[in-house]
């Protein structure tokens, strides 16, 4: 795992007979990688094209059976919790279903399921809306039928000629339109409702056919309906309102029972086309995963061929493809000279060597492959956010295992908090198989519950070390106030209890943050000179890695000796922030010396740095131009970057070294928050409060404490590692290797 497999580039020679044979038995094996080259085959562009009018098809009824099971949800929970439990097959099942069917087949297949789909869909919005509108008929038709009776039977219903309309609208625009009917009509109006489940039905009375006609128009265009405009007969209409005799009410009965029957015949015509679309979107959920990996299959083998080139007047593709070295055996017994399997023979090549020919094509680029297992994979990906290594580059990821939990647990030090985290991420592990692919959001912490585990005991380590278990100190072995001989392990816990508690510890772990800083950004320089050694690259070794080395060395070496001494031998010398400053702006002045010759030692650290900037400035640029390595239009570039590089290393001493004071920093903030809410909460000596308190706690550990800070804690690490560690010595700037199979992914 630290630097990538070794892959080979292999020349390809395909038969045309059985062409598609021999790409999907490649892509069975799953051992190549298609190199792309600018002269693609375009003979299957339309299988493409068709293939992908298929795909849209496939994703059309996968949206609908979706949307179909989230209403089914909501209306119909109990009688189809089956259809409502398609979201879950659709997006958790990822394993491909080898079936014999063919590609024919599954296209046919998919074509009718997806216009069946699109007719019954039709079907029930079309009898849908109808049944909407019969029902809200017969709804108006009673509610007016009663307030016509009520106003005949008014004493003064008579001395004035009264009308009124009759219409239905949407709950929502009940107040809109009553006010803008009020509005529009002066007041001169009277306006009653009924409420039904999704609609309300107006009784506007009105007098004079103007006001009539301008209140329809008002409800029209509001998107209401007048009984009026429904498809009730006009004449059946005016017998049932105006006439009173017997034979007019046994007609107006009958047609109130024509319309319940004909309601009833629509709803229970569209309870059955309901049930019928459940049925059918049963079989395109059970077929989904089928359908899916075949058209996947499919798609993957045209793309594959399409990077294989016809040799003219032949009857042979040929192409080149990345192979892993250790593999190079499984491709050869995929050889074959059958022509009904497809033949295929490959032999090893330089890259490029269809590309040759063309004058301008990109720098070639080795894919990078690292065979990670279950626990290195997050770590891995953690790397690859940043950058994807280059070919043979040692991989950060392997230091990444280390450092970052470490650098977690300096700020998030708690035994308390570190145990919440350990029995989380056990919690994690443990559930990986039921919770995978349902956490949605959090679907990352579930994929990075090895990292948790590894900043979990991190966290309880450091938190052993400073001696804190939830703002309480915990105590190991006897102080040595007591035993007289040295604390054996961390802070000594009589340091909790003093009065200048908060300057010790904070002392301690600024200086802690800076060696800290030492060591890791010392690990990636030492890194930086190992890669040149490896690639073999003697003027960037000579000219930046090892002056770098020196100056970084020196400059916050320095620093880290004069922490040491000052705990080993005294502490009583002034400070070392301004021993730092002074000696950089006043180098032949020195006040208080901390070791004899300390003058001298100063003066020469200082000289060896002031020589390596102006070294690393010129060495290269002048080495390459004495050689003739650079052409002269490129020099004014190549003087620009050494100037450049130079100036971020020397503003980096500072800032990269200033950067692990966060250390000191959010761990200084973790144990503040830690004692107030403790000392707020379940901290009172009163048992009561604690009793009441205790929810508040526990909700603030987890939020604030675990939740805040840890995140805090999570990116101020990530930090750490992704700057001021990679930029020692990372590059960057690779390509993953991805084996040509017919895996399914997630997101398809």
């Known amino acids: 795992m630290l630097r990538s497999e070794k892959v080979e580039c292999v020349y390809l020679y395909c038969s045309a007979d059985g062409l598609k044979n021999t790409v999907e038995k490649l892509g069975d094996a799953s051992v190549i990688q298609f190199r792309e080259n600018g002269k693609k085959n375009k003979n299957f562009d339309e299988d493409l094209k068709s293939l992908e009018s298929v795909e849209q098809k496939l994703s059309y009824l996968k949206n609908e059976i979706k949307s179909i099971a989230e209403d089914n949800k909501t209306s119909k929970s ?3 919790e089956n259809t409502a439990n398609c979201i879950v097959s659709l997006e958790n099942h990822r394993g491909p279903t080898k079936d014999s069917e063919s590609i024919i087949e599954v296209k046919l297949e ?3 399921y997806y216009k069946r789909l699109i007719d019954l869909k039709s079907d029930l919005k079309k009898h849908k809306s109808k049944e909407k509108m019969l029902y809200q008929n017969l709804k108006m038709l009673e509610i007016s039928k009663s307030f016509s009776m009520e106003a005949q039977s008014h004493p003064d219903s008579f001395s004035v000629h009264f009308d009124f309309i009759t219409a239905v609208s949407d709950l929502d625009k009940k107040d809109m339109i009553k006010t803008l009917i009020k509005y529009k009509m002066r007041r001169n109006v009277y306006i009653k409702t009924h409420e039904c489940k999704d609609f309300v039905i107006f009784i506007i009375y009105v007098v004079g056919d103007h006001s009539r006609r301008y209140i329809e128009d008002i409800i029209k265009n509001s998107g209401g309906r007048c009984l009026d405009d429904s498809h009730i007969d006009s004449k059946i209409d005016e017998k049932i309102y105006k006439n009173g005799d017997q034979s007019n009410k046994k007609k107006e009965k009958a047609f109130f ?17 309901e049930e019928q679309l459940d ?18 299959k499919e798609k993957t083998i045209l793309q594959g061929m399409k990077n294989l080139i016809k040799i003219e007047n032949t009857e042979c593709y040929c192409g080149e493809a990345w192979v892993l070295q250790k593999d190079l055996e499984k491709l050869n017994s995929l050889k074959s000279f059958d022509s009904s399997k ?6 090893p090549t330089k890259p490029g060597t269809i590309e040759s020919s063309s004058s301008n ?6 894919p990078t492959y690292f065979s990670n297992t279950e626990f290195t994979r997050p770590f891995q990906n953690l790397t690859n956010v940043f950058g994807v290594p280059k070919y043979r580059e040692i991989n950060p990821a392997v230091f990444l295992i280390f450092t970052f939990p470490f650098l977690f647990g300096v700020m998030f030090g708690d035994i308390l908090h570190g145990l919440i985290l350990l029995s989380l991420a056990v919690s994690l592990i443990t559930c990986k198989k039921k919770l995978d692919g349902k956490c949605g959001v959090f679907q990352m912490i579930l994929d990075g519950r090895y990292v948790v585990l590894t900043c979990a005991f991190a966290s309880i380590w450091f938190g ?12 190991f072995f006897p102080s040595q106030y007591e035993t007289k001989r040295t604390y054996p392990f961390g802070i000594d816990p009589i340091w909790h209890h003093a009065s200048n508690k908060m300057v010790f510890i904070n002392s301690l772990k600024m200086k802690l943050s800076l060696i800290i800083g030492f060591a890791h950004m010392g690990l990636g320089s030492l890194i930086s000179i190992s890669n040149s050694i490896y690639d073999n690259n003697k003027i960037d070794l000579v000219c930046v890695a090892i002056p770098q080395f020196i100056a970084f060395f020196l400059f916050l070496g320095y620093l880290v000796f004069l922490c040491i001494y000052k705990w080993l031998v005294t502490v009583t010398y002034p400070s070392l922030v301004n021993t730092l400053i002074s000696m950089y702006t006043d180098p032949f002045n020195m006040k208080n010396q901390m070791y004899p010759g300390q003058l001298y030692v100063q003066l020469l650290i200082f000289s060896i740095i002031m020589i390596c900037i102006p070294y690393m400035f010129f060495s290269k640029p002048i080495y390459l131009i004495l050689k003739k390595k650079i052409p002269k239009d490129g020099m004014l570039d190549m003087w620009i970057t050494s100037g450049i590089h130079v100036v971020e290393f020397c503003l980096g001493l500072i800032s990269n070294t200033s950067s692990y004071l966060r250390l000191w920093a959010v761990s200084l903030a973790h144990v503040q928050l830690t004692s107030v809410l403790h000392e707020f909460t379940i901290g009172n000596s009163n048992v009561l409060v604690k009793l009441i308190t205790f929810p508040i706690y526990f909700s603030g550990t987890f939020l604030l404490l675990i939740g805040l800070e840890g995140l805090s804690s999570c990116l101020h690490a990530l930090r750490l590692n992704w700057i001021e560690f990679f ?4 590059k960057g700037g690779g390509e993953e290797f991805h084996a040509f199979n017919f895996e399914v992914k997630d997101e398809e």
Not at 257 to 267: A, G, N, S, V
Not at 284 to 290: A, E, Q
Not at 467 to 475: C, E, K, N, R, T
């Open 78 to 80: 109990d009688a189809n």
């Open 110 to 112: 998919i074509e009718k």
């Open 257 to 273: 029972t024509e319309m319940r029957h004909e309601y009833k015949k629509i709803k229970k015509y569209n309870y059955n086309t």
């Open 279 to 296: 049925e059918f979107l049963h079989i395109i959920r059970n077929n989904f995963t089928k359908w899916r990996y075949h058209l996947n």
């Open 342 to 347: 497809g033949r295929f023979l490959f032999q």
């Open 361 to 366: 094509f990109a720098e070639i680029i080795r």
């Open 464 to 475: 052993a070390l400073y001696g804190d278990f939830g703002s309480l100190p915990v105590q």
């Open 727 to 730: 930029s020692k010595f990372y």
